[in-house]
């Protein structure tokens, strides 16, 4: 019935038909049984940089990571993640509540975090651990405070530098159950060990994973606010009708190159691809808005490699039964890596990615973004200042130029591959 309700309501507002991938005959079981689990927050980490908190670690300290839900929920779960550690992570408490000001909870919504049926958790270097379902209802656009303990050491640390939003660490001791924060001294611009809030939530159909660099990130929107593209993404999705509404899954990294792997910028997003965008739960559109990086770090960077890269991730997905858009890349003339030939090879991908029909639909992002006196530049009203970033008002624009209900047609269309 809900299939049929989208498609009429897609007739009457004329969306353009998109492929769908062939019936599967191979899929595995359903992934979450009777519960409908559905990511809610993602943040794609990194390695420890060369110098700072992030190499130094935690020890005898409470980690609290302040983080936005784009959907709630009526339980949660937690992930967390030791993908760069170099030694075993112990978590020796969590807890996880709603969040007021600063580091500061709401009184009495503090909730002890399991992990199959232990208070505590170990975390292989390499690895990432769920937590037993937590009964605890979240709105949409909730901020939680997920407090974790580390009793010991625990050497480099997994993490996502470029928050833009603030969490904390605390003097010595476990402080996970406090909700004055008094003790959280220490202001941090980055999320640590958190990698991943599900909610259970049957109004919601899936999540939509916005896989890209700093754009997607949200460098160059306002601090603390929640003003990236992908947040502003996820509020026109939850205009959509129970049922068919739709996560988001921010799955940005600073600095990050679909061919090339750095250290605090990530690993190449063709290596990264499945962890951070195809594993994650609900999973059923991904936007891949990468590249930039790659032609400004690389005089040498040819069109030709960069589409190679794109099909390669499309096919990754396809074969998941996931569907796939491609953001074309916005101007940058001015940025400090811009060159006319650079220029002339995102130029040359955007075409690309426009009229190549490789990708399931097209976020023309650069349309948006440009500058109709020089389209080569940001437009003025758009620009954070370094002539590469948008602003609040620019992130809103390429949130604004994606069809929801496209989105919603595209997560109903591919035979979905469940975990």
Avoid: K
Wanted: charge should be negative; charged fraction near 20%.
């Amino acid at each position: 019935m809900i299939r049929l309700i989208l498609l009429a309501l897609l007739a009457v507002l004329a969306v353009v038909p998109v492929r769908t991938v062939a019936q599967r005959t191979d899929l595995p079981a359903a992934r979450t049984g009777h519960l409908h689990w559905v990511g809610t927050w993602e943040a794609a980490e990194v390695g420890a940089g060369p110098f700072g908190l992030s190499r130094t670690g935690f020890d005898d300290e409470t980690i609290r990571d302040i983080v936005h839900c784009s959907v709630g929920g009526t339980e949660i779960r937690l992930r967390f993640s030791n993908v760069f550690g170099t030694r075993p992570l112990t978590i020796d408490d969590v807890r996880v509540a709603l969040a007021l000001l600063g580091a500061r909870t709401v009184p009495g919504s503090s909730h002890r975090v399991w992990f199959d049926g232990s208070d505590d958790v170990t975390i292989p270097a390499g690895e990432r651990e769920f937590s037993e379902p937590v009964r605890m209802r979240i709105g949409a656009g909730q901020n939680l405070a997920v407090s974790l303990f580390v009793a010991g050491a625990t050497g480099p640390a997994t993490w996502h530098p470029a928050a833009i939003a603030a969490s904390y660490y605390s003097t010595a001791g476990d402080h996970s159950a406090s909700a004055s924060g008094r003790a959280f001294r220490h202001w941090l611009g980055a999320w640590y060990f958190l990698d991943g809030v599900d909610v259970v939530n049957p109004s919601v159909y899936g999540a939509v994973v916005t896989f890209g660099a700093s754009t997607s990130d949200g460098v160059g929107s306002t601090f603390n606010a929640n003003e990236r593209y992908p947040d502003d993404l996820a509020r026109r999705l939850l205009r959509l009708p129970a049922g068919l509404r739709l996560s988001v899954l921010n799955a940005g990294i600073s600095g990050n190159q679909l061919l090339a792997s750095g250290s605090i910028s990530g690993p190449s997003g063709l290596s990264r691809f499945y962890r951070d965008a195809i594993d994650q739960t609900g999973v059923r559109v991904i936007i891949i808005w990468e590249g930039t990086n790659d032609i400004g770090d690389h005089r040498n960077m040819t069109a030709a490699r960069l589409i190679a890269g794109y099909l390669r991730l499309i096919a990754v997905a396809h074969s998941y039964g996931i569907a796939v858009v491609g953001a074309t890349l916005q101007p940058d003339e001015g940025a400090h890596y811009y060159t006319a030939r650079g220029n002339r090879v995102r130029e040359e991908v955007n075409r690309w990615i426009r009229t190549g029909g490789s990708f399931d639909a097209v976020a023309n992002f650069d349309a948006v973004l440009r500058d109709p006196a020089d389209p080569a530049e940001l437009l003025p009203g758009y620009d954070s200042g370094d002539h590469l970033h948008p602003n609040d008002a620019g992130y809103l624009a390429v949130a604004d130029s994606i069809s929801p209900w496209l989105l919603a047609e595209l997560a109903t269309s591919y035979i979905f591959s469940p975990r």
